[in-house]
């Protein structure tokens, strides 16, 4: 089923988790996976190489495993600044066959590990391409803060018009820990004309080293309540997941009393973490229905 279909009738829950790295790693994310799916989610979504990450031909793999083993419809992550348009054909070709029918189009994380190519500029250029070529619901990427590489809000958010025109009918927005940047991120998306439905993307932090390479990738700001948890708690781990898990818990709940068209929640491939933040939504509607 096609994620913008889903969207029409509820707000969403839905998981990111990626690709084991080795191959000893493979049954762990079995494991995982069934945790996941007896928490019913609307979808999952499988990363392709995030960071930079070399685990690129595991994605449709696990994503292919999600759909037939678990039932759950997957999302498949492509990036498009390391391909040409034959090689994106040749992923889009075995997604084809393998009936997946939901893509997260982007342009991919910069890596000096594999060059680039010139086929692909922006995401928006992927998703015109997949659109001309393809039937995939086609889903993109957005930045609640700017994305790090913009001069500016303005032209970050004229970037996005352009993805959702080219064809992108869902959109998944990078982890903040502010709400009211994803409510004032709303509301210029909504001036600029661009009226899909924005899912918001929450990671619950349960670890300080994790906030650490988070801040590094994602530029995401701390609000005071936030800073002070992690003050408090950084080094007691178990303090910090408890503290951790309370605060994505209250964001989410915001989040979701505001009528926003879901949560995506990043699991860190962790299962204990979604459900425990199941748990403690399992008499809200998304998790209900
Ligand atoms: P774009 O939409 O192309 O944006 C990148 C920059 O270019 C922005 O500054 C934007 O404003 C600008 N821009 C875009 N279009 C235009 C245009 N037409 N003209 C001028 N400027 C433009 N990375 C991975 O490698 N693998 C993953 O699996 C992965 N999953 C992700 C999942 C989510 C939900 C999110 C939010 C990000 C994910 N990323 C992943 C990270 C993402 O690939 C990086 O943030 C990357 O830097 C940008 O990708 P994008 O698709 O958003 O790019």
Redesign the pocket.
Known sequence: MKIADICRTKQTLSF?IFPPKKDSDLQSIDKTLEILSDLKPDFI?V??????GSNRNRTIELAKQIKNDYKIEPVV?L?SIHYTKAEIDRFASVMREEGIENV???????TDLIPEKDDF?????LVSYLREKYDFCIL????PEC????DSRI??IA??K??VDAGAEVL???MFFDNEMFYDFVERTRIADIDVPVIP?IMPVTKAAQIRKMVSICHASFPRRFEKIIERYGDDSDALFDAGMSYALSQIIDLLSSDVSGI?LYTMNNPVIAGRICEGIKNIACVRA
């Open positions: 990111e979504s990363t392709f190489g995030a960071g930079g992550h990036t997260l189009a982007l342009r991919g994380d910069r500029r922006h995401a928006s250029d993109g990427a957005c930045y994305h790090p590489e913009s032209s970050d970037a996005l352009k993805k998944l927005s990078q993307g995506h």
